[in-house]
């Protein structure tokens, strides 16, 4: 349940967002997050450096 504590408050921020109108700002919000989340899944793995 950890897990959903991001997704649950990005999904309150856009439906206040909306609420109040900024649907442009909203979107945008909804865009951003998408971004991220494709970008941490596709991202190359950090490779960790063996001290010499």
């Known amino acids: 349940m950890k897990g ?3 997704w649950l408050a990005v ?3 856009v439906l206040l967002l ?3 109108r900024l649907r ?3 979107a945008a919000v ?3 997050w998408l971004a991220w989340c494709v ?3 596709v991202r190359p793995a950090r490779r ?3 001290p010499d």
Do not use: I, N, Q
């Open 48 to 50: 960790h450096r063996e």
């Open 4 to 6: 959903f504590g991001p």
């Open 39 to 41: 970008w941490t899944w």
């Open 11 to 13: 999904l309150a921020v």
């Open 18 to 20: 909306t609420a109040l």
């Open 30 to 32: 909804s865009l951003g």
């Open 24 to 26: 442009t700002l909203a």
